[in-house]
């Protein structure tokens, strides 16, 4: 079946400017979830979605960050006025629960090049 | 807060050798535990996991993994690696019954020489 679709694969843009990173999870997946992957810091979580409640919002970088899930489908995560060190690769990652008991699968992420 | 060491960041091996990669967890309370495999070129997939039971996991592609609640470690291991293994591995934590994400490991890049 479709796994995690994330979108666009690859985005290039200038510093300042905002950008928005799309996720279609696993079709049935209550959880959803984004992190970020890069050089200097590894794997990190970022932000955790059951249904469409972000319970915990702290792990986003700053406040710059913000992100949403509607109809408890598709999410965006979105950077607004974006700096260099926001550059690294996004993913995003779905369960079927939404109590950490349930594997998450990952989409190929959003590689971001901020110039 | 979870936290995951990886104690070797490059592993460098010949095709048939064995491989353990060395994963230690920091947290109070009861966790799951995962391994995810990159292959160059593709997205994070899961080798195998462990919430509750045998502690002695087998994943895919002949993966082994071992949790050993004394020693907070959850080893993973292949008696004879082949050089399609070469990829990056990571070793993840989760509260059990939470609802957050994975805490991950920095990673770990194997090189399986033909």
């Known amino acids: 079946g479709a796994g995690v679709s994330q979108s666009p694969s690859n985005k290039v843009t200038e510093k300042g400017k905002d950008v928005e990173l799309r996720c279609d999870p696993i079709?049935?997946?209550?959880?959803l979830y984004w992190y970020r992957q890069s050089l200097g810091q590894g794997l990190e979580f970022l932000i955790y979605?059951?249904?469409?409640?972000?319970?915990?919002k702290s792990g986003l970088p700053s406040d710059r960050f913000s992100a949403e899930r509607t109809g408890g489908s598709v999410s965006t995560l979105t950077i607004q006025r974006t700096q260099q060190e926001d550059s690294a690769v996004y993913l995003c990652?779905?369960?079927?629960?939404?109590?950490?008991?349930?594997?998450?699968?990952f989409g190929d992420g959003t590689r971001l090049s901020i110039l | 807060a979870q936290s995951v060491s990886q104690h070797n960041h490059h592993v460098i091996l010949s095709e048939a050798a064995s491989l353990e990669l060395g994963c230690n967890y920091s947290?109070?309370?009861?966790?799951?535990l995962f391994w995810y495999v990159q292959y160059p070129g593709q997205h994070l997939q899961l080798l195998l996991k462990?919430?509750?039971?045998?502690?002695l996991v087998k994943g895919i592609k002949g993966f082994e993994a071992e949790f050993i609640k004394s020693k907070f470690s959850f080893n993973l291991r292949k008696p004879s690696v082949q050089w399609s293994d070469t990829a990056e591995y990571f070793c993840?934590?989760?509260?059990?019954?939470?609802?957050?994400?994975?805490?991950f490991g920095k990673g770990t890049h194997l090189i399986i020489q033909p």
């Open positions: 990652a779905s369960s079927s629960g939404g109590d950490g008991n349930q594997p998450q699968h």
């Open positions: 079709s049935g997946h209550t959880a």
């Open positions: 979605f059951q249904g469409n409640s972000a319970p915990d």
């Open positions: 947290y109070g309370g009861t966790v799951n």
């Open positions: 462990y919430f509750s039971g045998d502690p």
């Open positions: 993840a934590v989760n509260a059990r019954g939470g609802a957050d994400g994975l805490t």
